[in-house]
């Protein structure tokens, strides 16, 4: 006999911010051409607002918002989980391995993803199917918050065979993991590889800046102190400046709509003094990659048009508005071109880009660097993947 092995991909698969598609889409990518053979892949979408959608649990929700009480609270909280649970034991019949293919997902402030994990692994506990987190991004740890103590209960199940994270490695291992057996390794988020993934190469010779727009209040709602206004200007004295030394600009988006009416506003406000810009907002991932392709170096806001053009050998300065992109620009090696807010003028952005348009990337660090994420998912294939459809095959 010779069974397919049933691999569940979860993640954030309907986002429109298109850096979560494209970490799902490589991730696929780098598992399958390590396991050659062929199988069956299922895709589960992790947002839990796409989830309890019944008549009556709005109903029950919108009481609860007029009622104000607790323990109707907590009711409704467990009616929710049990929606949930149920939606994914469906989804997750005759898997034998689930993987969540990375991005920020241990987090509990700004979003929480917790609940819709914790029904999944307890799923996948009761039927004894292997689970791995793969390239996990992880934004904080409060052992008084009762959502984040809710995922470092989940880690540590039994059925979670292997963890990798993209960046906090220290947060993850003493804070969260405590299992003895258990310990999580530092890889590359599987973006790295977006340029291979998707086919798609950079356009030689360009002579066009790309500048990435993030929502107006992405700092502000990460408790740093850069208003809308301020980032606007930001943005239009960098194209400003840059028009002036003769460049080429387009102004993109990762495809999330309120990154997109901001960027609607740039490029109106740059249209009242006399400046008309290119804007490009991408319709799907593989737009996102073809579109940083086009450009000689970008400075962007969000991480994943770093990543993509790291995959692309593109120039990249960020602008700093939460740990990832630090976390990111020390892992490649490019630390001084991701810039915190305590730096944020024109002139200091543009010189960092200018001085990294010169010298590029190490491409020695960056072939190690892509390569941990191969190490990893190969680890976890030889030890668990493999195993596994062996054992199938001899039933």
Not at 388 to 395: A, D, I, R, V
């Given at each position: 006999?010779?069974?397919?092995?049933?691999?569940?991909?979860?993640?954030?698969?309907?986002?429109?911010?298109?850096?979560?598609?494209?970490?799902?889409?490589?991730?696929?990518?780098?598992?399958?051409?390590?396991?050659?053979?062929?199988?069956?892949?299922?895709?589960?979408?992790?947002?839990?607002?796409?989830?309890?959608?019944?008549?009556?649990?709005?109903?029950?929700?919108?009481?609860?918002?007029?009622?104000?009480?607790?323990?109707?609270?907590?009711?409704?909280?467990?009616?929710?989980?049990?929606?949930?649970?149920?939606?994914?034991?469906?989804?997750?019949?005759?898997?034998?391995?689930?993987?969540?293919?990375?991005?920020?997902?241990?987090?509990?402030?700004?979003?929480?993803?917790?609940?819709?994990?914790?029904?999944?692994?307890?799923?996948?506990?009761?039927?004894?199917?292997?689970?791995?987190?793969?390239?996990?991004?992880?934004?904080?740890?409060?052992?008084?918050?009762?959502?984040?103590?809710?995922?470092?209960?989940?880690?540590?199940?039994?059925?979670?065979?292997?963890?990798?994270?993209?960046?906090?490695?220290?947060?993850?291992?003493?804070?969260?993991?405590?299992?003895?057996?258990?310990?999580?390794?530092?890889?590359?988020?599987?973006?790295?590889?977006?340029?291979?993934?998707y086919g798609v190469k950079v356009t030689k010779n360009s002579s066009i800046i790309g500048i990435g727009i993030a929502r107006g209040k992405?700092?502000?709602?990460?408790?740093?102190?850069?208003?809308?206004?301020?980032?606007?200007?930001?943005?239009?004295?960098?194209?400003?400046?840059?028009?002036?030394?003769?460049?080429?600009?387009?102004?993109?988006?990762?495809?999330?709509?309120?990154?997109?009416?901001?960027?609607?506003?740039?490029?109106?406000?740059?249209?009242?003094?006399?400046?008309?810009?290119?804007?490009?907002?991408?319709?799907?991932?593989?737009?996102?990659?073809?579109?940083?392709?086009?450009?000689?170096?970008?400075?962007?806001?969000?991480?994943?048009?770093?990543?993509?053009?790291?995959?692309?050998?593109?120039?990249?300065?960020?602008?700093?508005?939460?740990?990832?992109?630090?976390?990111?620009?020390?892992?490649?090696?490019?630390?001084?071109?991701?810039?915190?807010?305590?730096?944020?003028?024109?002139?200091?952005?543009?010189?960092?880009?200018?001085?990294f348009m010169k010298v590029g990337y190490d491409l020695k660090q960056k072939e190690d660097f892509c390569d941990t994420i191969i190490k990893?998912?190969?680890?976890?294939?030889?030890?668990?993947?493999?195993?596994?459809?062996?054992?199938?095959?001899?039933?």
């Amino acid at each position: 006999m010779n069974e397919k092995l049933n691999i569940a991909f979860v993640g954030l698969y309907e986002e429109k911010n298109f850096g979560d598609p494209i970490i799902a889409k490589c991730t696929e990518f780098l598992f399958l051409s390590q396991i050659n053979d062929a199988v069956n892949v299922s895709r589960l979408n992790l947002d839990p607002a796409r989830i309890h959608t019944s008549f009556i649990f709005k109903i029950k929700k919108k009481l609860v918002q007029i009622i104000h009480l607790k323990k109707l609270y907590k009711y409704i909280e467990n009616e929710r989980l049990k929606e949930i649970k149920s939606f994914y034991q469906q989804k997750l019949k005759n898997i034998d391995i689930i993987i969540f293919v990375g991005g920020g997902l241990i987090k509990f402030s700004t979003q929480y993803f917790g609940d819709s994990i914790f029904a999944i692994v307890m799923i996948a506990q009761e039927r004894g199917i292997p689970v791995l987190f793969n390239s996990v991004g992880i934004e904080g740890y409060d052992s008084n918050n009762e959502k984040c103590q809710n995922l470092r209960k989940l880690l540590n199940m039994p059925i979670v065979k292997y963890i990798s994270t993209r960046d906090d490695l220290k947060t993850l291992n003493e804070c969260y993991l405590t299992r003895k057996d258990l310990k999580a390794v530092l890889v590359a988020d599987p973006a790295v590889w977006a340029a291979d993934c998707y086919g798609v190469k950079v356009t030689k010779n360009s002579s066009i800046i790309g500048i990435g727009i993030a929502r107006g209040k992405i700092f502000e709602d990460y408790n740093v102190n850069f208003s809308s206004k301020e980032l606007k200007h930001l943005y239009i004295q960098i194209i400003i400046q840059l028009i002036n030394k003769g460049y080429l600009i387009n102004i993109f988006t990762n495809g999330l709509e309120s990154d997109s009416c901001f960027a609607k506003e740039v490029k109106n406000e740059l249209l009242e003094i006399g400046l008309d810009v290119n804007m490009q907002i991408p319709q799907t991932p593989q737009d996102l990659v073809k579109i940083i392709s086009n450009y000689k170096a970008i400075i962007t806001t969000r991480l994943h048009s770093c990543i993509v053009a790291y995959s692309l050998n593109i120039p990249a300065v960020g602008l700093v508005w939460n740990h990832k992109l630090s976390f990111f620009g020390k892992n490649i090696g490019a630390e001084k071109y991701y810039i915190s807010v305590e730096n944020f003028n024109s002139d200091y952005i543009i010189t960092q880009l200018l001085d990294f348009m010169k010298v590029g990337y190490d491409l020695k660090q960056k072939e190690d660097f892509c390569d941990t994420i191969i190490k990893s998912i190969e680890n976890f294939s030889i030890n668990f993947i493999i195993p596994y459809k062996n054992s199938l095959n001899k039933q």
